[in-house]
């Protein structure tokens, strides 16, 4: 099975700010991977498609990049709803598997 | 708008059965694949299978964890879901949520839609 690991797995932030969460695939997905939002209490939200396509709906403020390996999501000028776990997910084959997530908190 | 409710959820002993269903509206049932992920209250994401659509005759993927355990079926006919859970453990307990997938441009399924869960607990 491809590990999915995700750093940092907390990191705490202040409104406005830019934050950076990565995830590392035990081996090459090509760019087969997805991000996820969720919130206490709710289900999980899809983000980000094939690395770096925003779902429908999901604002420009989200930013998935990367490919192989190494993959980065971006959120810019962080609002307070945006405070919640994020899920990077391995779509290169089954089982499709997630990362461990990271909490973005407030500062 | 696309909807997905799941139901069937409870308490359950440990070693019996469990049928879950999701009811899906908002969109051609039949197009899409579907899937089941679940999540220990407070803890991470873990997929348990999923089932493709009708043009892919609706073959299925299973988790390791719960392969030979879990069956997951759909009825066009009702545009439902559904999970056949047997054998349960009480590491089984969860939030189980259905979820639609949609396709990407190179013919990979990602997870689109979710519902809002429904929980199992398995314990004596």
């Known amino acids: 099975d491809i590990q999915m690991t995700q750093s940092p797995s907390s990191l705490s932030a202040s409104v406005g700010d830019t934050v950076t969460i990565t995830c590392r695939a035990s081996?090459?997905?090509?760019?087969?991977l997805a991000w996820l939002q969720q919130k206490p209490g709710k289900a999980p939200k899809s983000l980000i498609y094939?690395?770096?396509s925003l779902q429908s709906g999901v604002p420009s403020k989200f930013s998935g990049s990367g490919s192989g390996t190494d993959f980065t999501l971006t959120i810019s000028s962080l609002q307070p709803e945006d405070f919640a776990t994020y899920y990077c997910?391995?779509?290169?084959?089954?089982?499709?598997?997630f990362g461990g997530g990271t909490k973005v908190e407030i500062k | 708008e696309v909807q997905l409710v799941e139901s069937g959820g409870g308490l359950v002993q440990p070693g019996g059965s469990l049928r879950l269903s999701c009811a899906a509206s908002?969109?051609?049932?039949?197009?899409?694949?579907m899937d089941w992920v679940r999540q220990v209250p407070g803890k991470g994401l873990e997929w348990i299978g999923r089932?493709?659509?009708?043009?892919?005759?609706?073959?299925?993927e299973y988790a390791a964890s719960v392969k030979g355990r879990f069956t997951i079926s759909r009825e066009e006919a009702t545009n439902s879901l559904y999970l056949q859970m047997n054998s349960l453990k009480p590491e089984d307990t969860a939030v189980y949520y259905c979820?639609?997938?949609?396709?990407?441009?190179?013919?990979?399924?990602?997870?689109?839609?979710w519902g809002r869960g429904t929980l199992v607990t398995v314990s004596s």
């Open positions: 908002g969109f051609t049932f039949s197009d899409h694949y």
């Open positions: 081996q090459g997905i090509r760019n087969h």
């Open positions: 094939a690395a770096s």
């Open positions: 997910q391995n779509n290169d084959g089954y089982p499709l598997t």
């Open positions: 089932i493709r659509n009708k043009a892919k005759s609706y073959t299925t």
């Open positions: 979820a639609r997938a949609s396709s990407d441009s190179s013919g990979y399924y990602y997870f689109h839609y």
